[in-house]
């Protein structure tokens, strides 16, 4: 079963989080106790970390984490998850329309599609997260990682996952699959185009629409 795990996990990105246990079992046919094992050896060897109360992550433990960033992540709000993310990803999305190659704009595109196909809030949450992690990978610094990773565990604490269900109640996956999916595509439009400014200008969009679905335009 080992085999089949690893071949799941080096499809994902370094620093991408793996799916639930849960939806792992199923999809691998065995015990989440025998899963558990597995995913012990996995880290073990450096393959994945694991972070309680955020998940398992492909690659080794990052070092620039810090050790009690848990405490700062429970007093996060939404807005206050927005307003960073305002602050940091429009340059992210243009530093890769700096740095791409054509492998980067394909996986990039890769997790367009995959969201186009999410059929439910979690599976549209995680394609996103998704998305937004592959984005920063492209420059190649831990630190701008690092903060991304930082900010998807805030969005798995309690505050953010029940305005999101919220959202999501209100909106319906149809605004993922759609609208939040086609500017995705057009900040990857300008990542290929190597078009920085273009690029942080859909990044900023994007994220404003989000605010907006979220605080229902108030």
């Not at 499809?11 to 597995?38: F, I, N, V, Y």
């Not at 939404?78 to 305002?86: E, G, K, N, Q, T």
């Not at 995705?184 to 400014?197: K, Q």
């Amino acid at each position: 079963m080992q085999p089949h795990l690893l071949a799941l996990v080096e499809e994902l990105t370094p620093g991408e989080r793996l799916p639930p246990e849960r939806e792992l079992a199923a999809r691998l046919g065995c015990s989440r106790q025998t899963l558990r094992a597995c995913l012990s050896g996995l880290e073990h060897d450096g393959r994945i970390w694991r972070h309680v109360g955020q998940g398992t992550f492909r690659g080794a433990r990052p070092r620039h984490l810090p050790v009690r960033d848990t405490l700062l992540i429970e007093g996060a709000t939404p807005p206050d998850v927005l307003a960073a993310r305002l602050l940091l990803e429009p340059m992210v999305a243009a530093a890769a329309a700096r740095l791409a190659e054509p492998a980067d704009v394909a996986h990039l595109r890769a997790k367009v599609a995959a969201g186009r196909k999410a059929r439910d809030r979690a599976a549209c949450e995680q394609a996103d997260d998704a998305f937004h992690r592959a984005l920063a990978q492209i420059s190649g610094n831990p630190i701008l990682v690092g903060f991304l990773n930082y900010l998807s565990g805030v969005r798995r604490r309690v505050a953010w996952q029940r305005e999101w269900e919220a959202t999501y109640r209100r909106i319906g996956t149809e605004a993922f699959q759609t609208l939040h999916s086609d500017q995705h595509g057009r900040i990857v439009d300008a990542v290929e185009a190597r078009d920085p400014g273009a690029a942080a200008s859909f990044m900023t969009e994007h994220l404003e629409t989000i605010r907006t679905d979220m605080t229902g335009g108030r």
